[in-house]
């Protein structure tokens, strides 16, 4: 059994700064990947970034590149994303999960098995 429970959300203007955290406890160091997705009002779930848990390998979806920096704890079993540079477009709740096998850090949700609460990000403009 995983637990995720994630923080660091808010609101912030256009240009600014957040640092999410996704705290987890259970059998995290057997997952191969944990990974974070965001869902907009009346839109899909979407893949924002993912790292393989043991070698810090990362994966990110072309809409962050550059302005979010995924990043792992595996000492505290805690995951991160600092977003720089926000946009209003990135205005979402973000969700945190864990990956438990796979080739490489999967951009498909039904690859994910243990999901957090999420935590709502807003930018204004």
Do not use: H
């Amino acid at each position: 059994q995983v637990q995720l429970i994630e923080s660091g959300g808010g609101l912030v203007q256009a240009g600014g700064s957040l640092r999410l955290s996704c705290a987890a406890s259970g059998r995290t160091s057997s997952s191969y990947a944990m990974g974070w997705f965001r869902q907009a009002p009346g839109k899909e779930r979407d893949f924002v970034a993912g790292i393989k848990w043991s070698s810090g390998t990362t994966r990110y979806a072309d809409s962050v590149k550059g302005r979010f920096t995924i990043s792992r704890d595996n000492a505290k079993n805690t995951m991160y994303l600092q977003m720089n540079s926000l946009k209003p477009e990135d205005t979402a709740v973000y969700y945190c999960a864990t990956q438990p096998t796979g080739l490489w850090i999967s951009t498909q949700l039904e690859k994910y098995d243990y999901w957090g609460q999420g935590t709502q990000v807003t930018v204004s403009s």
